[in-house]
């Protein structure tokens, strides 16, 4: 199999750090540029119409996007150790937890980050006062996430998770609009360092 | 269980349809008037940080928020008819419809009209420029839709799932920023037509 990315993007690690904690090795990954278009080309937008890394080729040649799409493939086919929830309270509440750090902070750190640098100026309208507002709100999601980390060890409970993955990508890929775990946020560091020491955290 | 929700909110319509189609129907459901508040109100926050509806409260008196996650609950206690797949290249396929509909479809209707209309006025600050930006782009997605709907029975393949869900909901909801399925788009007016005609689409 083999994926289509580019390793400084944050779904791109995503999908890297879920298939290290899972141990699967036997990938072939193509790096593309994205700043230079590779990904808006004819041939890229047939793996897939909506032009988002990454996109994995599986062995019958049809293509899979989406990076929680791709996750969830390789937890079906390798269920252990389980990142997406075994029992059905736990996969809703990771899904819920999923879902909060990907909508609530890493779109927006995202959106925050192209639309005030007009990064990819030459294929959208780069809107700074918006860019702005993003960047304002992501910056409301770590308190929420601190007094969450105060009485749960993993971002969705005692196990960690794909929540864990896209919070603690997310927080890194913050940089770019130069957001960083304040001082004040002390159950959040102790989670971060924890993530941070898992071999995955390197993939 | 209870469902707290507004019954015109699409976030919540996706959910009442997908329990309609597992014909689930023990469920009480509460209305909030999320314009005049109640949603952000400091009981409704104990529920949701977030403050988003719909949110569940489970029997043991937790809570459960993020459409897609209650949905998640249900799919795990009610497997059957499976709405999110069964093979690891099914569930997969769902995941990946059903995120490309939500992330480029349905999240950019919502963005659209709060920031054209200052729906929300009192509690973001709309950036009129980025919601015509949102129409822009969200009206890209039905060509798209319509091309894979002349090859493909539902939206994630031969059987009906929670992607059409989403979809379908999308595009009634578009209606808040005048956007309607084009006479040209054929095959997805056919599609529509055949999941507006399922018990589920009056839920």
Redo the contacts between chains.
Sequence with gaps: MKIFEEKIAPNARRVRMFLAEKSISDIEYVQLDLQKGDNVSKEFKQMN??AKIPVME?EDGSY???S???C??FE??KPSPSLMGE???Q???I??WQ??CEL?FMNLIGMGFQHCSGFFADR??P?P??GQ?CVKDASKFMP?LN??LANSEYIAGDTFSIADITAFVSIDFARVIKLRIGDEYTHLLRWYKQVNSRPSARA
Excluded: C, F, G, K
Aim: net charge negative.
């Design positions: 119409p909506l599986l899979l996007s989406e929680v799409a791709i969830r493939y079906a086919v029992s059905p309270l996969q809703a509440n899904e819920m879902r909060r609530y959208m309208t809107v006062v918006w507002e929420l007094d969450h």
